[in-house]
């Protein structure tokens, strides 16, 4: 498959928005792609980096293509309308293939939990069909009220009010998720610090950890420090100042998380995004 940059003029898929005060503690972040026209929805591409949190995805009109790049490596992804995932390494490229509609929230790991079960180990790196887990006939009603909203606005309203429905019952555990609260918010914390503010053993946290978000709390904090490197970078930052704002122990360190879990420099992960053409 040949690569060909993303047109300069083509208007981006959407638009980052941050929640309501009311859903902040769900969802961490959300882009509604609306490209109703074909030519456009072609020459228009989107990157996805590891996150902590889990993108929701439902899309209403010609599904995207993806394909993620660790190193030398890709991996294509197949066209699937409804899912969710979790980008745990590499980056993955996004691109449309007509018109394009789609609704994305990146759920915080806590909800995540609440919403798909304790098993996040199953999403990390791949696509799981939202049908799979709700029900094809749920998921078709989402869709159809989706595709008939007027605005981003109740297109938003619409996915928000299916988390709110779904949601498990259950809590998970409360230290647990208090710890990736913690790691998201202050990733250069030592694990052994927060399982002792927690009145936990490092050892006990770290295997409930795992069990919980499928990564241990060290690669998760590791994690959480990247997305917090791009989105200052994003903000304009210096790579010094990333790398001071961030944590990092200096610019090499920064380097060496970049590549271990990106697969990709900073200077590489922040390259402009290319779709690609058949």
Same mark, same amino acid.
């Given at each position: 498959?040949? &690569?060909?940059?993303?047109?300069?003029?083509?208007?981006?898929?959407?638009?980052?928005?941050?929640?309501? !005060?009311?859903?902040?503690?769900?969802?961490?972040?959300?882009?509604?792609?609306?490209?109703?026209?074909?030519?456009?929805?072609?020459?228009?591409?989107?990157?996805?980096?590891? !996150?902590?949190?889990?993108?929701?995805?439902? &899309?209403?009109?010609?599904?995207?293509?993806?394909?993620?790049?660790?190193?030398?490596?890709?991996?294509?992804?197949?066209?699937?309308?409804?899912?969710?995932?979790?980008?745990?390494?590499?980056?993955?490229?996004?691109?449309?293939?007509?018109?394009?509609?789609?609704?994305?929230?990146?759920?915080?790991?806590?909800?995540?939990?609440?919403?798909?079960?304790?098993?996040?180990?199953?999403?990390?790196?791949?696509?799981?069909?939202?049908?799979?887990?709700?029900?094809?006939?749920?998921?078709?009603?989402?869709?159809?009220?989706?595709?008939?909203?007027?605005?981003?606005?109740?297109?938003?309203?619409?996915?928000?009010?299916?988390?709110?429905?779904?949601?498990?019952?259950?809590?998970?555990?409360?230290?647990?998720?208090?710890?990736?609260?913690?790691?998201?918010?202050?990733?250069?914390?030592?694990?052994?610090?927060?399982?002792?503010?927690?009145? @936990? !053993?490092?050892?006990?946290?770290?295997?409930?950890?795992?069990? @919980?978000?499928? @990564?241990?709390?060290?690669?998760?904090?590791?994690?959480?420090?990247?997305?917090?490197?791009?989105?200052?970078?994003?903000?304009?930052?210096?790579?010094?100042?990333?790398?001071?704002?961030?944590?990092?122990?200096?610019?090499?360190?920064?380097?060496?998380?970049?590549?271990?879990?990106?697969?990709? !420099?900073?200077?590489?992960?922040?390259?402009?995004?290319?779709?690609?053409?058949?």
């Amino acid at each position: 498959m040949a &690569q060909r940059p993303a047109d300069a003029d083509a208007p981006e898929f959407g638009k980052i928005v941050s929640p309501s !005060s009311r859903w902040a503690e769900i969802v961490a972040d959300g882009v509604d792609w609306d490209v109703p026209d074909a030519d456009t929805g072609r020459i228009v591409a989107a990157k996805a980096f590891p !996150s902590t949190g889990v993108y929701f995805i439902l &899309q209403y009109r010609v599904p995207v293509w993806s394909s993620r790049r660790y190193g030398t490596a890709v991996h294509p992804h197949g066209n699937r309308r409804h899912m969710a995932t979790r980008v745990q390494s590499g980056i993955v490229t996004a691109w449309g293939d007509g018109p394009v509609g789609a609704v994305i929230l990146r759920l915080r790991p806590e909800a995540a939990v609440r919403l798909l079960g304790q098993h996040l180990q199953d999403f990390a790196d791949t696509k799981i069909g939202l049908g799979d887990i709700f029900g094809d006939r749920k998921i078709a009603l989402l869709e159809e009220r989706i595709a008939e909203a007027p605005c981003r606005a109740a297109r938003f309203a619409h996915m928000l009010g299916f988390l709110a429905d779904n949601m498990l019952e259950r809590e998970p555990d409360a230290l647990v998720c208090r710890a990736a609260t913690l790691l998201r918010r202050r990733p250069a914390l030592r694990v052994s610090r927060v399982a002792a503010a927690l009145g @936990m !053993s490092e050892r006990s946290l770290s295997r409930k950890f795992q069990a @919980m978000f499928g @990564m241990s709390p060290k690669h998760f904090a590791r994690t959480a420090r990247v997305e917090k490197a791009l989105m200052a970078r994003r903000g304009g930052a210096s790579w010094a100042d990333v790398a001071h704002a961030c944590g990092f122990a200096d610019q090499a360190h920064m380097i060496r998380d970049f590549n271990d879990i990106l697969g990709a !420099s900073p200077e590489q992960a922040m390259r402009p995004t290319v779709a690609a053409a058949a």
